[in-house]
């Protein structure tokens, strides 16, 4: 058992004498979430938290990529980064049936070639996997990074892989059945600016970036090694400028919310959290030397990437400003399930969302995220 979130790669050769690879897909399903890598290079820059959550007694969702374009000719390298998501719920709830175990990771990559061949590369004991950088996650509690501990070149082939362990075959907490990801994933979506900083009366940075909404707070920074900075969230500020986190309902989970990166001390850095997500306006920074800028912390917003397909608008503003905050609030409250609020409980009780469906499907096309919805409903 280990805290940390896992990475896992595996070294491939894909020569043949008289045939070339034409096409490669990777089938991926990693609880409770993972993010795919060839090459160095990862699979899908904006796909976040995924797959989506499911009931994981019944089933679970893989995601299918195509990687033929990262291929190379000779010793090729796939990696995945591993992380708790909702299949290893072990904080926040204080709960022990909320969690099924240990991060789970099942692949298969696949490769036609051009004599009509193929070849079926699945997830087994030849998988290596070690410690990564990502020390503590939680989708309440936050996410701790240190950056100190990342792997140069991991998902590289020519990278030494000596102080590699060799991966352990799962036998419990198997979800029976595996169902393709048909709906949306999510994604990171636009880059929000502070529109304000100050400082409190404790001395903490204060960044207010003018919306409420879902997302991630991202980093940017030049520290000495070794510096430790904490980013706090929340909806609310008090009367002194500091924050009021009485909303984030941080008080049944234990702590409150925190996001947390040690700097590695190579020049300019930037981090934002991988297997977590939040509801918040403001962001509180804490043990940086000197006077942060105002681009020190921005915010990302992440949400099921529908696509909008209706448009309102009409002669009073104040109308079509509601307009705006209600399609922000639906969209903030759309991360693999409808839930009812981005903060304190990312739950997916049936009234919140049927309070909004209607005017959901007028906005956006709707259609696999319900499908995937009622299949969750059902089991």
């Not at 926040?92 to 990559?109: C, D, E, K």
């Not at 105002?294 to 079509?320: R, W, Y």
């Not at 399609?327 to 990312?346: W, Y």
């Amino acid at each position: 058992k280990d805290s940390a979130a896992p990475y896992f790669r595996k070294v491939l050769n894909f020569t043949r004498p008289n045939a070339t690879p034409v096409r490669a897909m990777v089938y991926l399903c990693g609880l409770g979430c993972s993010e795919l890598y060839m090459n160095g290079q990862k699979v899908d820059s904006t796909r976040f938290l995924d797959p989506a959550q499911t009931n994981y007694e019944q089933y679970a969702l893989y995601t299918t990529f195509d990687v033929t374009h990262l291929l190379k000719k000779e010793n090729n390298c796939i990696g995945v980064m591993m992380g708790k998501g909702w299949y290893s719920q072990d904080a926040g709830w204080g709960i022990a049936g909320f969690s099924y175990g240990n991060p789970l990771l099942r692949i298969q990559l696949e490769v036609l070639y051009s004599d009509g061949t193929r070849s079926v590369i699945g997830s087994d004991e030849s998988w290596t996997w070690k410690r990564g950088p990502v020390i503590k996650t939680n989708l309440y509690l936050g996410e701790r990074y240190d950056a100190r501990q990342e792997s140069k070149g991991w998902c590289e082939a020519g990278t030494p892989g000596n102080d590699w362990k060799k991966a352990i075959l799962a036998k419990d907490n198997l979800p029976p059945r595996l169902i393709p990801q048909s709906m949306e994933p999510i994604r990171t979506k636009q880059l929000i600016k502070a529109v304000k900083m100050w400082q409190d009366s404790t001395g903490n940075w204060i960044f207010d970036f003018g919306v409420n909404i879902a997302g991630i707070p991202r980093l940017n920074v030049q520290q000495s090694k070794g510096t430790h900075l904490t980013i706090r969230i929340s909806e609310e500020k008090k009367t002194n400028g500091g924050l009021d986190f009485t909303t984030m309902g941080w008080i049944h989970h234990g702590k409150i919310f925190a996001d947390e990166y040690t700097c590695k001390g190579e020049g300019k850095e930037q981090w934002s959290p991988r297997f977590t997500y939040h509801g918040f306006r403001y962001a509180e920074l804490s043990g940086m030397k000197g006077k942060p800028e105002l681009s020190t912390i921005s915010l990302i917003v992440v949400h099921s990437d529908m696509d909008k397909t209706g448009i309102f608008e009409c002669a009073d503003p104040q109308i079509n400003k509601l307009h705006e905050l209600a399609m922000v609030t639906v969209l903030s409250n759309l991360h693999g399930i409808p839930t009812d609020c981005p903060n304190r409980e990312k739950c997916g009780w049936l009234g919140d969302s049927h309070a909004y469906v209607k005017m959901a499907n007028l906005n956006l096309q709707m259609n696999n995220f319900w499908l995937k919805y009622l299949e969750d409903i059902r089991s």
